[in-house]
């Protein structure tokens, strides 16, 4: 009886039936005499990945039937590449008893006996195995079964089509950071086939990341982001092959990360690895797909210094430090890093198709607050020192200091510091400190320090006269790089008993007061 239930659970009890090349064979359930026999079904080696890893299978069985119903109730990942939905065996699988094919002798109701092997023989050449598909996988001129299925609402698109897929498997694009703009252009660049992503990136996450970075989940805090980015891009698309770089991108290493893909994509967060990656990818005359975003706005273009402008044509120099605050500093919507980085993501495949009509000499610039696009013509500039007519810049420079952050500005003498310990302390003998907080009213609303004055870093040069130079100030921001700015700049107009809180706000809720909420 054991036997029949098998037979039932393969094929529809009463009225089943089994096409081998064309016929339907109808079988009528015997329930006679039976006489089992114990046979060995070889797995040919592409199937073996769902037997088990094993090369044969021992079941008893009276007919080929059985021991094929048998088998794939014992490795049920089998049933798919042997059987198609409706229980037929699919008909670029034959199926052998020793040596003959069961079609010339009683089809898959052939009698077993004692000692038989089966052989399962897939069609190689018009197969749909994952060996074939691994095998085509790898070849860059066709696309496998498997890929084609994968990638068929591309395939039907005219603008793409076969021959636009393939560009992209032949094609390769290196995402420079792996954060808010580098999360949606790893998926989606992935997922359209891709060939070969590069990806820069030596950060951690961070839990203050995945309000927007949402390849990354609450269990990944504290791991690299590099490495998460890895393996959800093999679970996106094992087709993809991905190289990471961890490490920071430099003058030094930037040529040679860069050399070897076809389009380079800023998702990068400051102005020195900005206008690296810029220059590197003006030197090596390639695109360099620009995205940048802060709180409600975004940008996107394409610099191709060969047919438009570059981001030196735009800005030649960056803004002083500090004048444009970053998103730590400044916030922004979880959102809009998704929208700013699927536009990088688009403009980056076409350009990899050879479309025309991308963002070369357009800066487009989307507030989400009002939902407004907008767009902007950008001219190149004949002036621009490196893809101008009489370039100044010919080779990678020193981007620190350039934009301004090896300056004199952001570094406070050692005699105008204060920790926070002694803080502390000067406030617990009840000195006479004005506590001046320089971050923006957001911040201050999530925590400040007990009678703190708020006055932002953009307000304090218009609001100064409310502060007395005779008084003892210590100005605090988040971690103490503005306020150190702040500091420096109440020196220079005369205050004399001016001085800066090492680490900021967050290092005094670390050490003196752990209930305070950090962010
Ligand atoms: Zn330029």
């Not at 037979?7 to 006679?32: E, R």
């Not at 044509?313 to 919507?333: D, F, I």
């Amino acid at each position: 009886m054991v036997s029949f239930r098998r037979t039932c659970s393969l094929l529809d009890c009463g009225n089943s039936s089994m096409d081998f090349g064309g016929t339907n064979l109808k079988y009528n359930t015997v329930l006679a005499k039976r006489t089992m026999a114990n046979v060995r079904i070889i797995i040919p080696t592409p199937l073996r990945q769902y037997a088990g890893n094993r090369d044969a299978v021992e079941v008893e069985a009276e007919s080929v039937r059985e021991a094929l119903t048998d088998l794939v109730e014992r490795h049920d990942q089998l049933r798919r590449h042997l059987f198609s939905e409706d229980g037929r065996l699919r008909n670029f699988v034959n199926v052998y008893v020793n040596e003959e094919d069961i079609r010339y002798l009683e089809r898959d109701g052939t009698a077993l006996k004692g000692g038989d092997t089966i052989s399962i023989v897939p069609s190689i050449a018009g197969g749909s195995f994952s060996l074939m598909d691994r095998l085509a996988a790898k070849r860059k001129d066709v696309l496998s079964p498997s890929e084609i299925k994968r990638y068929s609402r591309h395939l039907i698109l005219p603008e793409v089509g076969m021959t636009g897929q393939l560009k992209l498997k032949q094609s390769s694009a290196l995402i420079i950071g792996a954060g808010g703009l580098g999360v949606p252009l790893t998926q989606y660049l992935s997922a359209a086939g891709v060939g070969r992503l590069g990806i820069v990136d030596f950060d951690v996450i961070d839990e203050s990341n995945l309000q927007r970075q949402v390849l990354y989940s609450t269990k990944d805090v504290g791991r690299k982001k590099l490495e998460v980015a890895k393996e959800r891009v093999a679970q996106i698309n094992p087709n993809v092959d991905v190289q990471g770089y961890e490490t920071r991108l430099t003058s030094e290493n930037a040529l040679d990360i860069l050399k070897d893909y076809d389009v380079i994509i800023d998702g990068t967060d400051n102005f020195p690895t900005r206008y690296l990656v810029n220059d590197a990818s003006v030197l090596l005359q390639k695109p360099n797909v620009y995205g940048s975003i802060f709180r409600f706005e975004g940008q996107a273009s394409v610099f191709d210094a060969r047919r438009g402008p570059c981001y030196r044509c735009l800005y030649s120099q960056p803004p002083p430090p500090g004048l444009v605050p970053s998103c730590a500093e400044g916030g922004v919507l979880g959102v809009l890093p998704g929208i700013v980085g699927s536009i990088q993501a688009i403009e980056t495949l076409k350009l990899l198709l050879g479309k025309e009509d991308t963002l070369i000499g357009r800066l487009l610039v989307f507030d989400a607050l009002k939902m407004k696009f907008r767009e902007l013509k950008l001219r190149k500039n004949p002036e621009c020192p490196i893809c101008g007519s009489n370039p100044t810049i010919k080779e990678l420079i020193d981007y620190e200091e350039f934009c301004g952050l090896r300056g004199p500005s952001e570094q406070v003498g050692q005699e105008l510091q204060i920790t926070v310990d002694a803080l502390k302390e000067r406030l617990d003998q009840r000195h006479e400190v004005i506590l001046l907080d320089v971050r923006e009213p957001m911040e201050w609303e999530i925590a400040h320090l007990d009678r703190a004055v708020l006055m932002p870093v953009g307000e304090v040069p218009g609001r100064v006269n409310e502060l007395n130079t005779a008084d003892e100030i210590v100005v605090y921001c988040k971690t103490g790089v503005r306020s150190a700015r702040i500091t420096n700049f109440l020196r220079e107009l005369g205050f004399r008993k001016v001085k800066n809180l090492v680490g900021g706000i967050d290092e005094w809720a670390e050490k003196v007061e752990p209930e305070m909420p950090r962010y």
